[in-house]
């Protein structure tokens, strides 16, 4: 009860204190207004317009000591206002105030980076103004058609193909392979290429995995079933099983013409020689063991193992399935290996065409590649339109249409030449 009397004792306290000085303040302004009343009424007569000047400036002395007044009681409750303010309240403002000076600055810093005409300024020399608007210009004038598509492609592709970790690994090992192909001069390639850094080819391989992945999609997508159907009947055949014996020739560029056919002439009589002696009835193994130098197969009587049409060189191939079951060649084959002594083991039948359509697809994909050079070209068109590219920039456009044009017509002459 004493503490609360003491509070009490203490408000009152400061009460009467506030009181007192509030009287004190009012008591100087009575005398106040009294002394201008005496200097009124002492003076002497004086005109209407001198009268109600001396008063207006009474009234000002007496209003600005209550304005003062007025003034500290404001300043009293901005005060408390601002000493109630939470840490939360505190932070919010600065972030505001903070914010506001930013935008000023950047509004007045702007001034010195804009032309009268608002244009941005990106070089500034005396007597010339480069403007975003020209660099923009001579930017699009030197290739801005080729920029402005690779990034509309880059988009695109990674849009419709992540980046998995076969492309990634597949991408390192192609580096590590330009590394220990180039040695020395793996940097002088980069620099060759314009490419800066390992980093950078990474990126550039794993986009044309991408786009080899978006070209087989486009292709297998326009595939015909009629195509498809074509393709079986006269290209897909049962795996079939062979053995060879190799009598090896290559050409040595350290011999002359007349050295190296003498070699290619004494590989041919050698092969010769063996067919004789299999028309003499004498074991292939055998002779597999005496005279092939294929060392990988040489021990297992020159077994191939089965295979198809695409596995085996070309000539290889041919051969090997004009041949019957048992059969042998009885003229030597010659491949970029040498000379080959075939015979055919094994046949098995046709699959059907719903089992073989997989590898239909691949091969026609392979083919269609071969064919037509610019089938990517053809590929990333579908796919800029699928994604509705529309292009604003008239140069642009135009030279995007010449470049379409270009690769139509090339591509069109690359696939009747091959037909």
Do not use: C
């Amino acid at each position: 009860m004493a503490e609360k009397k003491d509070t009490k004792q203490k408000k009152d306290a400061t009460k009467t204190a506030k009181e007192k000085k509030m009287a004190k303040a009012s008591k100087k302004v009575s005398e106040t207004k009294k002394e201008v009343k005496k200097t009124v009424s002492k003076s002497k007569p004086v005109k209407k317009e001198e009268e109600k000047k001396k008063t207006v400036k009474e009234e000002k002395v007496v209003d600005t000591y209550a304005s003062k007044l007025q003034k500290n009681k404001k300043e009293s409750k901005l005060k408390r206002w601002f000493n109630n303010l939470t840490l939360e309240q505190l932070i919010i403002g600065g972030v505001i105030i903070i914010a506001i000076l930013l935008i000023v600055l950047i509004i007045v810093s702007t001034k010195n980076t804009k032309t009268k005409d608002g244009d941005d300024i990106v070089v500034k020399l005396d007597g010339m103004t480069i403007t975003a608007d020209d660099l923009y210009d001579e930017l699009k004038n030197q290739g801005g058609q080729t920029i402005a598509i690779n990034m509309v492609d880059d988009y695109i592709l990674n849009k419709e193909y992540e980046t998995t970790d076969e492309m990634e690994e597949s991408a390192e090992a192609t580096i590590d392979n330009y590394k220990s192909t180039y040695g020395d001069n793996y940097e002088s390639f980069l620099e060759y290429n314009g490419i800066a850094n390992d980093s950078e080819l990474k990126e550039l391989l794993i986009r044309n995995s991408k786009l080899s992945s978006a070209t087989d999609d486009y292709i297998k997508d326009n595939l015909k079933e009629k195509e498809m159907k074509d393709y079986y009947d006269n290209e897909i055949v049962g795996d079939i099983e062979a053995k060879h014996i190799l009598i090896s020739y290559k050409e040595d560029d350290s011999l002359s013409d007349e050295e190296n056919e003498a070699k290619e002439k004494e590989a041919k009589a050698k092969a010769e020689e063996v067919i004789e002696k299999l028309k003499n009835g004498e074991d292939f193994d055998k002779l597999v063991k005496e005279y092939s130098e294929d060392e990988s197969t040489k021990d297992n009587g020159g077994d191939l193992g089965y295979f198809n049409k695409g596995d085996m060189v070309q000539e290889f191939e041919d051969a090997a399935y004009a041949l019957d079951v048992n059969e042998y060649t009885t003229e030597p084959v010659k491949t970029e290996y040498g000379y080959h002594i075939i015979m055919k083991t094994g046949q098995k039948e046709k699959p059907s065409y719903e089992k073989s359509k997989d590898t239909i697809e691949e091969k026609l994909v392979e083919q269609k590649k071969e064919e037509d050079s610019t089938i990517s070209v053809k590929a990333m068109i579908a796919l800029r339109e699928k994604y509705n590219m529309q292009i604003k920039d008239k140069t642009i456009k135009s030279d995007y249409n010449d470049y379409i044009k270009e690769a139509t017509t090339t591509t069109t002459t690359t696939t009747s030449s091959s037909n």
